[in-house]
């Protein structure tokens, strides 16, 4: 069964730093992996779609890469601003009709 | 604007009660889902739904069941609430995901078990 993992759990930079989280998943035959941003109490918002041909999409100052071979994809969030502070979710989509999920990674910009 | 809607944001039931939790979605979506998640333990899939009246157990299905009477509603039924089910519930909706088609989640349902 697919399992996702992502280190560290939680994570504190200051404002401006340029960041990396981090997602690994063990089975390399997916169809996709996502990244999700979750706000406090509130439900999931995709942020970036990685089809498995593809090895990085970029989203203003987001840009999520995958290597599928190693099962790994990361994060990079330029620039960090207090308002990127949330949980971060990776998922992956295996061949059943589900996302795996990560546990996120906590991330506070302190200002 | 993809809108997945969940009815109620808070409850508080009894143990032993049957407990609905609605979600409606606006965008024609063929999949809709209901996932639990819990700390430490991240999203489970409970179930999901590939049409109307078609669905499919996901990894943590007992003591959970649902009902798909319209292509736009999902509804998950705790038939006797219990305490362990004490969650924030989450809802999702999307075209086919095999195709790289995203995934929409509602903003959530926290219930408690007392």
């Known amino acids: 069964k697919q399992e996702v993992t992502q280190i560290p759990a939680a994570l504190s930079v200051p404002e401006g730093e340029n960041l990396v989280l981090n997602c690994s998943f063990t089975?390399?035959?997916?169809?996709?992996l996502q990244w999700f941003r979750q706000d406090p109490g509130k439900g999931l918002t995709s942020l970036l779609l990685?089809?498995?041909?593809?090895r990085e999409q970029t989203s203003g100052r987001l840009n999520a890469s995958l290597d599928k071979s190693s099962g790994r994809s990361t994060l990079y969030i330029a620039a960090s601003q207090p308002g990127d502070s949330a949980t971060y979710l990776c998922a992956v989509k295996t061949g059943a009709n589900n996302l795996f999920f990560g546990t996120g990674t906590r991330l506070t910009v302190i200002p | 604007d993809v809108k997945v809607t969940q009815s109620s944001r808070y409850l508080v039931k009894r143990t032993g009660e049957k407990v609905f939790l609605e979600c409606v979605q606006d965008?024609?979506?063929?999949?809709m889902f209901w996932y639990r998640q819990d700390p430490g333990l991240g999203l489970r899939l409970i179930y999901f739904s590939y049409d109307v009246k078609m669905k499919e157990k996901g990894d943590i299905p007992e003591g959970y069941s649902v009902s798909r009477e319209k292509k736009e509603r999902f509804s998950l039924i705790l038939e006797s609430a219990s305490t362990n089910q004490t969650s924030m519930y989450l809802c999702?909706?999307?075209?086919?995901?095999?195709?790289?088609?995203?995934?929409?989640f509602g903003e959530g349902s926290w219930l408690t078990v007392v």
């Open positions: 089975d390399s035959a997916i169809y996709n």
């Open positions: 999702a909706s999307s075209l086919a995901l095999s195709s790289g088609n995203t995934i929409y």
């Open positions: 965008m024609d979506h063929e999949n």
């Open positions: 990685i089809q498995s041909s593809q």
